[in-house]
């Protein structure tokens, strides 16, 4: 009797995170823009979207992503869920009295990091849809804009147009999730992403 190897193959049924990431992401970022738009103050509901929606959710995103075995969105969700966090870490432990407020050459710095950190992302993009180049390519923008506004003294009208440019990155993102969720709950291209890199 000779020896047989059984391979069984264990298919995947678990569901698509990116769209939730993506949502977490997206609603979370153009909060955020509005207020750098002026149309309202940096309050506890933009500090508690970035903890629990565009932080906590993210993180976990990240962590499914892993299970489905994608690296690149874990990679994406874990860190920019961390981000979210970071960041309204910045914004509460100098009011908790834990530690002194950054200044502007340290924000910069924090900004710069995750702009060239967000480059290399999007140049993963490249294999990937349209919409996901432009919400990186967007993102990248963003930080560096964010991180001019801290080194240089800038018009208020300049921070506008940097609220506008967040609230359109943050959007891209959301349509992108949006249209994974429809496009799959239709069976057919609803909301177009663009072709992918083969």
């Known amino acids: 009797m000779s020896d047989q ?7 995947d049924t678990t569901a698509n995170p990116a769209p939730l990431g993506l949502m977490a992401f997206g609603m979370t970022t153009v909060l955020l823009n509005l207020h750098n738009a002026g149309l309202f103050p940096l309050d506890a509901m933009i500090i508690a979207m970035g903890l629990f ?22 990679t ?16 509460l432990l100098p009011k908790l009295g834990i530690a002194e407020k950054p200044n502007d050459a340290a924000m910069a710095a924090f900004l710069i990091v995750w702009g060239i ?12 849809s349209r919409a996901l180049q432009f919400v990186f390519g967007s993102l990248v923008i963003l930080f560096f804009l964010l991180a001019a506004e801290h ?44 072709p992918m890199k083969k």
């Open 76 to 91: 994406a969700f874990a860190s920019y869920g961390a981000f979210w966090m970071v960041l309204a870490g910045l914004l």
């Open 151 to 194: 080194c240089t003294a800038l018009k208020p009208e300049f921070k506008t147009f940097i609220g506008i440019e967040g609230i359109v990155c943050g959007a891209s993102a959301m349509y992108t999730g949006l249209a994974q969720v429809l496009n799959e709950v239709y069976g057919r291209t609803v909301m177009p992403l663009g």
């Open 5 to 11: 190897s059984v391979v069984q193959q264990i298919k």
């Open 117 to 128: 950190y967000t480059f290399f992302m999007f140049i993963g993009t490249l294999r990937l």
């Open 53 to 74: 929606f565009g932080g906590i959710t993210q993180l976990m995103v990240g962590a499914m992503e892993w299970k489905k075995g994608n690296t690149f969105g874990t």
